[in-house]
């Protein structure tokens, strides 16, 4: 998809390169949990005892198979209580959830100090990491419009899948082309397509990027200068720091835990767990790199704060049209 799962994918393999540890890349063949439950019975059988699982659907998958293979060390990203239902982790499984609420509103934010005033915000399916992110973005376009005295609107929609298709694209087409929107935070794995080739249609039409950065490939892909910036979480860090736990024997420390990652540092954006890119961002004289670790410190300080309630649409002072799912 060339976002989460692909990330994980390339952590994974990289590390176990640089490491000289076997690995193996198990697909499930639909998206169902009997489906996936299969390829992590045929990792363990055939001897793969640390299996990292990307997604929330992959709750319920734990749920079976965690104590049936209690030798396997099971690492989760994105599975949080809500996804468990009432199961309790068995020391053999840790799952990574994010703050993306934060990162959501430093898009935002930075979408709005930068002259952006008619954005969009398209979700994959409206997950509670998905729904962070984008009540996130609204929150943060919001501070920057009432800073800057700006009217903002913002377009809020689900597409209710994870992949872009000729459907979303058309909704994407109007958006652009005929209400006007400048810049699309597309927020769902592959569904970023759609977005970007919409906007590939409109001169000076933006994309904003999700759970890593980007623009070298929306910009690579649909035309240079797409993308404003990207709202991404350390996935990779995370894979790369608890394969290294493991391989040392650390898992102890981890295991049966859900672990709620976000900012580390209000001194060095780029070690957090949720951040926008400093290499790629289209900085300017609304919003420099200065000011972006201006807000970092500030959000690192509890000085500016932001709602992680995703059971309404944040109280803002910004017009946001909500249409639901497309599909």
């Known amino acids: 998809d060339q976002s989460f799962n692909q990330t994980t994918y390339e952590a994974c393999k990289a590390y176990c390169d640089a490491n000289g540890v076997p690995f193996n890349y198990y697909k499930p063949a639909g998206d169902s949990t009997a489906e996936r439950v299969a390829m992590v019975e045929a990792a363990a059988d055939e001897g793969y005892n640390v299996i990292v699982m990307p997604g929330y659907a992959f709750g319920?998958?734990?749920?079976?198979?965690?104590?049936?293979?209690?030798?396997?060390?099971?690492?989760?990203?994105?599975?949080?209580?809500?996804?468990?239902?009432?199961?309790?982790?068995p020391s053999n499984v840790y799952c990574a959830v994010y703050q993306e609420e934060l990162c959501g509103y430093m898009a935002g934010y930075a979408a709005v100090k930068l002259g952006y005033t008619h954005l969009g915000f398209l979700g994959g399916m409206a997950v509670p990491?998905?729904?962070?992110?984008?009540?996130?973005?609204?929150?943060?376009?919001?501070?920057?419009?009432?800073?800057?005295?700006?009217?903002?609107?913002?377009?809020?929609?689900?597409?209710?899948?994870?992949?872009?298709?000729?459907?979303?694209?058309?909704?994407?087409?109007?958006?652009?082309?005929?209400?006007?929107?400048?810049?699309?935070?597309?927020?769902?794995?592959?569904?970023?397509?759609?977005?970007?080739?919409?906007?590939?249609?409109?001169?000076?039409?933006?994309?904003?990027?999700?759970?890593?950065?980007?623009?070298?490939?929306?910009?690579?892909?649909?035309?240079?200068?797409?993308?404003?910036?990207?709202?991404?979480?350390g996935l990779a860090p995370t894979v790369q720091h608890m394969l290294g736990e493991v391989a040392a024997g650390n898992f102890a420390n981890y295991g049966g835990k859900i672990e709620t990652l976000g900012l580390v540092s209000g001194d060095?954006?780029?070690?957090?767990?949720?951040?926008?890119?400093?290499?790629?961002?289209?900085?300017?004289?609304?919003?420099?790199?200065?000011?972006?670790?201006?807000?970092?410190?500030?959000?690192?300080?509890?000085?500016?704060?932001?709602?992680?309630?995703?059971?309404?649409?944040?109280?803002v002072t910004i017009t946001v049209n909500e249409y639901g799912n497309i599909k």
């Open 60 to 89: 319920e998958t734990i749920t079976q198979v965690a104590e049936e293979y209690a030798d396997v060390t099971f690492i989760a990203l994105d599975v949080g209580e809500g996804d468990l239902g009432d199961y309790t982790l």
């Open 129 to 233: 990491a998905v729904v962070r992110y984008g009540y996130g973005f609204v929150q943060g376009a919001d501070a920057a419009a009432v800073e800057a005295g700006a009217d903002v609107t913002v377009e809020y929609v689900y597409g209710n899948q994870f992949f872009g298709d000729a459907d979303i694209t058309a909704y994407m087409d109007n958006w652009y082309q005929t209400l006007g929107v400048q810049a699309v935070f597309a927020c769902g794995g592959g569904i970023y397509a759609s977005a970007a080739e919409a906007a590939a249609k409109v001169d000076g039409a933006k994309v904003i990027g999700v759970d890593v950065d980007q623009a070298g490939i929306i910009d690579g892909a649909y035309g240079a200068g797409m993308t404003v910036t990207s709202a991404m979480k």
């Open 268 to 315: 060095d954006p780029t070690a957090n767990y949720v951040q926008i890119p400093m290499e790629t961002t289209q900085w300017g004289d609304g919003f420099t790199q200065d000011d972006y670790k201006t807000l970092v410190k500030a959000m690192f300080d509890g000085t500016v704060t932001v709602s992680n309630d995703i059971t309404a649409m944040p109280a």
